[in-house]
């Protein structure tokens, strides 16, 4: 397997406050891969390599990684909920699944954008090859501005060969994307392509200065009504990462874990060590933030 350029980051929060490059094969775990116990097939480094990333991996295996890869140095797991939504139960039976009260602050947020656009959601979705370049056009200036893509470089990409991805993707009916405008302009995104018969949560964006409107929540809640009509799709993994936004909507989680196994070279074991004791002191951070009832509010500076 070709070993891609990848970033091993400090991030305190979702600031990145140093990185640092080394060349890596990813092994991706999909959610069908967890949830089906499949394994995942590896090839022998080649010398250009600097080790592989294990990503989104079944956290209760991860002890035994570094028994299936000897030789090698793993960092600390960083363990996360992989939520997901069970598209079987259908939208009535997915609604249900919420609180009431819950049910009517969706209903609420969803009412208050379309009261802000004079009485109706202006939502448009871009399926088909010949509507993507609508969806780049509105879809891409609001995404520069977002913090994923200033603090993550997790924007949604511009280049070339993504919109030509997008655009095969589209060609087999295996992509799903939506723009939320408010006064004729972008106020958020999501982009979703499928594979096989899971929707996956690959970016999404709204303008955080009209965050008081709900825009993201907003457009999941009309997408979802959309997506479950469809009656095509097992799942909607929303991908690794925990996230306040992903523990609402999802119907399940399982735990998993994105993990280093890199070669034991003197500068390696400089790296994960570093890594692992920044890793622990943020951690602490965190806890002693949540202590002082502070998370939130640091969170939110941190984004700037």
């Not at 399926?127 to 780049?136: G, R, S, T, Y």
């Not at 955080?208 to 709900?214: F, T, V, Y």
């Not at 070279?265 to 570093?274: K, P, S």
């Not at 951070?285 to 984004?303: H, N, Q, T, V």
Request: with cysteine; charged share 20%.
């Amino acid at each position: 397997m070709t070993p891609v350029s990848t970033d091993i980051r400090f991030l305190l929060g979702d600031r990145c406050i140093l990185r640092v490059l080394r060349m890596l094969v990813p092994l991706a775990f999909g959610l069908d891969d967890i949830l089906e116990s499949r394994p995942i097939n590896r090839e022998p480094l080649r010398d250009n390599a600097d080790g592989y990333r294990l990503q989104s991996a079944p956290a209760a295996q991860a002890a035994n990684w570094p028994q299936q890869f000897p030789g090698f140095l793993a960092s600390h797991p960083q363990v996360y909920a992989r939520h997901y939504i069970d598209m079987a139960l259908g939208h009535e039976g997915y609604m249900a699944q919420f609180s009431s009260k819950t049910r009517a602050t969706l209903k609420r947020k969803m009412r208050k954008l379309a009261e802000a656009g004079g009485g109706r959601l202006d939502i448009r979705s871009y399926h088909a090859p010949d509507q993507l370049d609508a969806f780049f056009t509105a879809a891409l200036p609001l995404s520069e501005t977002t913090y994923q893509a200033r603090l993550l470089d997790a924007g949604l990409p511009s280049i070339a060969s993504f919109r030509a991805e997008a655009a095969a993707m589209a060609q087999a009916d295996n992509l799903r994307a939506y723009v939320l405008h408010l006064d004729g302009r972008a106020i958020a995104y999501l982009y979703l392509p499928v594979v096989r018969d899971v929707l996956i949560y690959a970016f999404l964006g709204y303008d955080q200065a009209l965050a008081q409107l709900s825009p993201g929540t907003v457009l999941q809640m009309h997408a979802l009504e959309q997506l479950f009509a469809e009656q095509r799709f097992r799942y909607f993994d929303f991908t690794e990462g925990d996230g306040a936004h992903k523990a609402l909507f999802g119907t399940h989680q399982v735990e998993c874990a994105t993990l280093y196994l890199l070669k034991p070279t003197v500068a390696n074991r400089i790296l994960l060590g570093g890594h692992g004791a920044f890793n622990a002191a943020v951690e602490a951070m965190g806890e002693w933030a949540d202590r002082l009832g502070a998370k939130a509010r640091l969170r939110k500076l941190l984004r700037g």
